[in-house]
């Protein structure tokens, strides 16, 4: 069966420090593969998707950015944090054809 | 992306059926319409997805009229444990889906 993992649970950076989250996906070939982010009380907001090594697809401009070094590992990063990037991030992903999203458990980052 | 409306809250007390109704004018003809719970500080767990009629499973039930225009989630019996966030999404097999702000469901005692 498949599963997801997304590492740290929780974690608290100082503003301007770097970032590292990362996502692994076990028990399937080449999944599409999703970064989100839900500030407190919101929606959940797309940031980066991927439906390939090396290939990244921003939504939405920010300090943030992905990678995709193997096929089912997913990395967030930014290289100085800002307080608006605090939220909860949530790796996700979905078989080639789409048909539903599975969550891996979120980070909640608090940039202090 | 279709857009989606559905309410922003609701209350219902444990053991009642809560019907959640989404509303997507736009719909184009491949799309599906899925939903998803999300409990706090937990990634959204789908739910149920269908296209046309209606799709029943272990959790839930899904109503969707022939224009297909809406659909409506139904919750038999609830217990305070589904006390959590609602999404309704519509698109087709290959497009990344846009979270709305979904429907906060409060399961009373």
């Known amino acids: 069966s498949q599963t997801i993992h997304q590492w740290p649970a929780t974690l608290v950076q100082p503003v301007g420090s770097p970032l590292s989250l990362e996502c692994t996906v076990e028990?399937?070939?080449?999944?599409?593969l999703y970064w989100y982010r839900q500030a407190a009380g919101r929606g959940l907001q797309l940031l980066f998707y991927?439906?390939?090594?090396?290939?990244i697809s921003s939504e939405v401009p920010q300090n943030l950015s992905a990678s995709r070094p193997q096929d089912r590992q997913f990395i967030l990063s930014s290289k100085k944090l800002l307080l608006s990037d605090s939220g909860f991030y949530l790796c996700a992903w979905s078989p080639g054809q789409g048909l539903g999203y599975t969550f891996g458990s979120g980070t909640r980052l608090t940039v202090v | 992306l279709a857009k989606t409306t559905q309410p922003i809250s609701m209350d219902s007390y444990e053991g009642q059926e809560v019907n959640i109704t989404c509303s997507h004018n736009?719909?184009?003809?491949?799309?599906?319409i899925t939903w998803y719970q999300q409990f706090p500080s937990q990634g959204p767990r789908f739910i149920i997805q269908?296209?046309?009629t209606k799709v029943t499973n272990e959790v839930a039930s899904l109503f969707i009229p022939a224009d297909r225009k809406s659909s409506t989630l139904s919750l038999p019996r609830v217990s305070l444990s589904d006390t959590a966030v609602y999404y309704c999404?519509?698109?087709?097999?290959?497009?990344?889906?846009?979270f709305g702000p979904g429907t906060r469901l409060s399961v009373l005692p």
């Open positions: 028990g399937t070939s080449n999944p599409n």
């Open positions: 269908g296209y046309k």
């Open positions: 991927s439906v390939g090594i090396g290939q």
């Open positions: 736009n719909i184009a003809t491949n799309d599906y």
């Open positions: 999404l519509v698109g087709d097999r290959w497009q990344n889906f846009v």
